[in-house]
């Protein structure tokens, strides 16, 4: 075979590669130790000087033809598998996601959006206390002394050897302490709410040894019933989102607000009979007039937790809530057993939660969208 047959049939081969496997092989063939031209460069050696003048040069040519067929070759072929690995790991950060979204906010999250928007409308701000609280601040500057009977009612959690302050350390069973605490820490005037978890040893449908609770807490000077009377009002009837709800307060009874109130409350519905009904919220369904959802204790702070909590309460007055949280939840958006709330089923959750896009907010209405 001539050189330039030789040559032109090489190049040929590497055009036609299809791969870096196959370039390599011709490489291999071509070039190696063992190659066809590396071969025919051994052949100089025996050549006599003028036969090694002419053909040195062209068989030089010749491997140099082909290396350099080998690298255009290479860099063609790695050209062609970046465009197509760029075209197929195409990565569009601008489109929407391709799957549905995951996860989503937990009722109890939604709902306590829904009240710190309410609330800030309201000119309060959120507070917080420790879920581990001490005996003092969960009961006695409540005005739950040691002997008091209202203690038995909380089913309380006790840490078995944690003393502070000559009391025992607790799961705090309710929100109320942080009334004390921000008294202590801020002084008067106050407008807080006070959102958090709750523990008390009590299982069934309605119950979970732990829950949540909002507090609300306004001290200020010359406050009476009626501020409390409008705050709860205003504040249901922008949480459920209806003008028709009515408030029923009943005398009860709270160690730390005198006098106190239970609240209930009830909207009143068109029945399709003409009339307009009674109805509880979310209660059973077809029986207009069945009464009222009982949803929250309130009353004025009274005055000797005001005194303990280190203002005086000559000067200061004010008025305290507490509302379950879960509660709230379940007549706003329909479920009916409160311990699937914790039970961490991802088919609840997807039915029940909300997107992470929908903010409460009073402008749009602080419910959720559909
Ligand atoms: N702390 C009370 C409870 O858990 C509720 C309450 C709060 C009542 C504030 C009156 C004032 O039952």
Do not use: C
Request: aromatic residues 8%; proline residues 5%; without cysteine.
């Amino acid at each position: 075979m001539t050189i330039d047959s030789m040559g032109s049939e090489a190049l040929a081969r590497i055009a036609a590669a299809e791969d870096a496997a196959a370039l390599e092989s011709l490489r291999i063939e071509f070039l190696g130790k063992q190659g066809s031209v590396s071969a025919l460069l051994k052949t100089l050696g025996a050549m006599s000087p003028d036969e090694r003048q002419v053909e040195g040069p062209r068989i030089h040519a010749l491997r140099q033809q082909v290396t350099d067929a080998l690298a255009a070759r290479k860099a063609a072929l790695d050209g062609a598998a970046l465009a197509e690995k760029l075209a197929t790991e195409r990565l569009d950060l601008t489109l929407p996601a391709p799957q549905s979204p995951r996860g989503s906010v937990h009722p109890v999250s939604q709902v306590m959006d829904e009240l710190a928007e309410i609330f800030a409308d309201l000119g309060f701000a959120v507070a917080t206390g420790p879920e581990i609280e001490d005996d003092w601040h969960n009961f006695t500057a409540l005005n739950m002394p040691e002997s008091h009977p209202a203690r038995a009612m909380h089913d309380t959690f006790y840490f078995p050897d944690a003393a502070h302050n000559g009391g025992r350390m607790l799961l705090r069973t309710h929100t109320s302490p942080v009334q004390v605490r921000s008294m202590q820490q801020q002084g008067a005037p106050i407008r807080i709410i006070a959102p958090g978890r709750v523990y008390r040893s009590d299982s069934d449908a309605t119950h979970t040894p732990m829950f949540h609770q909002v507090e609300g807490l306004v001290i200020d000077k010359g406050i009476h019933l009626g501020h409390l009377k409008w705050t709860l009002e205003t504040f249901l009837k922008a949480f459920f989102e209806r003008e028709d709800i009515v408030l029923r307060l009943r005398p009860s009874y709270f160690p730390f607000t005198e006098p106190s109130v239970e609240v209930d409350v009830g909207f009143a519905v068109e029945t399709g009979k003409g009339g307009k009904d009674r109805r509880v919220l979310g209660g059973s369904g077809d029986d207009p007039g069945h009464g009222w959802m009982e949803l929250l204790g309130s009353g004025m702070v009274n005055r000797r937790v005001i005194e303990m909590s280190g203002l005086d309460p000559d000067e200061w007055q004010g008025f305290a809530f507490g509302v379950g949280v879960d509660r709230l939840a379940m007549l706003k958006y329909g479920m009916d057993d409160l311990r699937a709330f914790f039970d961490g089923d991802v088919r609840w959750l997807a039915h029940y939660g909300f997107s992470a896009f929908d903010q409460p907010t009073l402008s749009a209405g602080v419910g959720a969208r559909a």
